[in-house]
């Protein structure tokens, strides 16, 4: 809407007043809830790099021992071991609420099991391949932690750039705009009170001469 498409009215007037009110008060919350979901994401952020540090630790450690595993007791023996330590993963996923916003997170009953529980035994197969197997589950193990962070993060960055394009339309269009109708209503009325005026002089005038003459 043009600024000639708006009545110059005292209605309309207090009506774009109203609106600037509002807009400015949504736009101190739209800055205080960016504000908070930057500090969340910083945190979370922080959070992920120190995972993914411990994420790449362990993943070095996984391929040296599996590397050696297969070099002391062969890449089948290795494999039979994989294929009998298999199992279902029972993982949950929860959610938490950050300024409205669903933030998800991973929970399992534990990936890292003990030497009877992965379906081998250690004298079978030897230090090397139990030794592996231990690696690769505390791999997967970090896998689970870095990836829920890593998914918040995102969220929080989407959500973030959501309310920065809010922030952007109330200062760069919402507000200009009613603030350039206020000008147009405000200088309409001021000529009209002009007007008024130099009509009541006249008339004023008018019967001021009218009493003389009588």
């Given amino acids: 809407?043009?600024?000639?498409?708006?009545?110059?009215?005292?209605?309309?007037?207090?009506a774009r007043r109203a609106q600037i009110k509002l807009a400015s008060d949504?736009?101190?919350?739209?800055?205080?809830?960016?504000?908070?979901?930057?500090?969340?994401?910083?945190?979370?952020?922080?959070?992920?790099?120190?995972?993914q540090q411990e994420l790449h630790q362990r993943g070095?450690?996984?391929?040296?021992?599996?590397?050696?595993a297969r070099a002391v007791r062969g890449t089948p023996e290795v494999c039979s071991v994989g294929l009998a330590g298999q199992r279902?993963?029972?993982?949950?996923?929860?959610?938490?609420k950050v300024w409205g916003i669903q933030l998800g997170a991973i929970t399992h009953?534990?990936?890292?099991?003990?030497?009877?529980q992965r379906g081998i035994g250690g004298l079978d197969y030897g230090a090397h391949i139990t030794y592996a197997a231990e690696k690769a589950e505390e791999l997967l193990q970090q896998l689970f932690a870095c990836a829920p962070v890593e998914g918040q993060i995102q969220t929080l960055g989407e959500e973030i750039r959501k309310v920065s394009r809010?922030?952007?339309?109330?200062?760069?269009?919402?507000?200009?705009?009613?603030?350039?109708?206020?000008?147009?209503?405000?200088?309409?009325?001021?000529?009209?009170?002009?007007?008024?005026?130099?009509?009541?002089?006249?008339?004023?005038?008018k019967k001021a001469k009218a009493r003389k003459k009588g």
């Fill in 1 to 14: 809407m043009s600024t000639e498409d708006v009545k110059p009215t005292r209605m309309n007037l207090l």
């Fill in 166 to 205: 809010r922030i952007n339309a109330i200062e760069e269009h919402l507000l200009p705009r009613l603030r350039s109708e206020i000008q147009a209503i405000t200088r309409v009325l001021d000529e009209r009170e002009r007007e008024d005026r130099f009509r009541l002089k006249r008339v004023k005038g």
């Fill in 109 to 116: 009953d534990g990936i890292v099991r003990l030497i009877e």
């Fill in 88 to 96: 279902d993963l029972r993982i949950s996923v929860s959610y938490e």
């Fill in 60 to 68: 070095r450690e996984s391929a040296a021992s599996l590397a050696m």
């Fill in 26 to 51: 949504g736009l101190g919350v739209l800055r205080g809830k960016r504000e908070a979901l930057l500090k969340e994401l910083i945190t979370r952020a922080r959070r992920l790099r120190e995972l």
